[in-house]
């Protein structure tokens, strides 16, 4: 699916079952929930906190899918496409960065 069907995805849902939107500032906090979420599994998961019993049946996929859902609903609410603005988006990062990340010794294995 392409980034605007699932814009549309979100915006079909929200008007079947979720009633509206929740607004905007509302949503900004639950995307900064939901991105905490995920920030924990990683931490714990991948990095170097110990997982808690109750943290190792959670689904990393479910939890950044939430983030996806929220961040989806911002774009509806505020008239954003962001399939063009992913593009114009790496677009800038290109020719920002066309050689940095290549010249940066740091990444070097």
Same mark, same amino acid.
């Given at each position: *699916?392409?980034?605007?069907?699932? /814009?549309?995805?979100?915006?079909?849902?929200?008007?079947?079952?979720?009633?509206?939107?929740? +607004?905007?500032?509302?949503? *900004? &906090?639950? $995307?900064?929930?939901?991105?905490?979420?995920? &920030?924990?599994?990683? &931490?714990?998961?991948?990095?170097? /906190?110990?997982?808690?019993?109750?943290?190792?049946?959670?689904?990393?996929?479910?939890? *950044? &899918?939430?983030? $996806?859902?929220?961040?989806?609903?911002?774009?509806? /609410?505020? +008239?954003?496409?962001?399939?063009?603005? $992913?593009?114009?988006? $790496?677009?800038?990062?290109?020719?920002?960065?066309?050689?940095?990340? /290549?010249? +940066?010794?740091?990444?070097?294995?």
């Amino acid at each position: *699916m392409t980034i605007t069907e699932a /814009q549309k995805l979100v915006d079909n849902w929200i008007k079947e079952y979720g009633v509206r939107y929740f +607004n905007e500032l509302t949503n *900004m &906090a639950m $995307l900064t929930e939901e991105v905490g979420e995920v &920030a924990r599994i990683i &931490a714990r998961r991948y990095g170097e /906190q110990s997982e808690k019993e109750s943290d190792k049946d959670k689904d990393l996929g479910d939890e *950044m &899918a939430d983030v $996806l859902f929220v961040l989806l609903c911002l774009a509806n /609410q505020t +008239n954003t496409d962001l399939e063009s603005s $992913l593009k114009k988006n $790496l677009e800038k990062k290109t020719k920002r960065d066309f050689d940095r990340h /290549q010249k +940066n010794t740091k990444l070097k294995e």
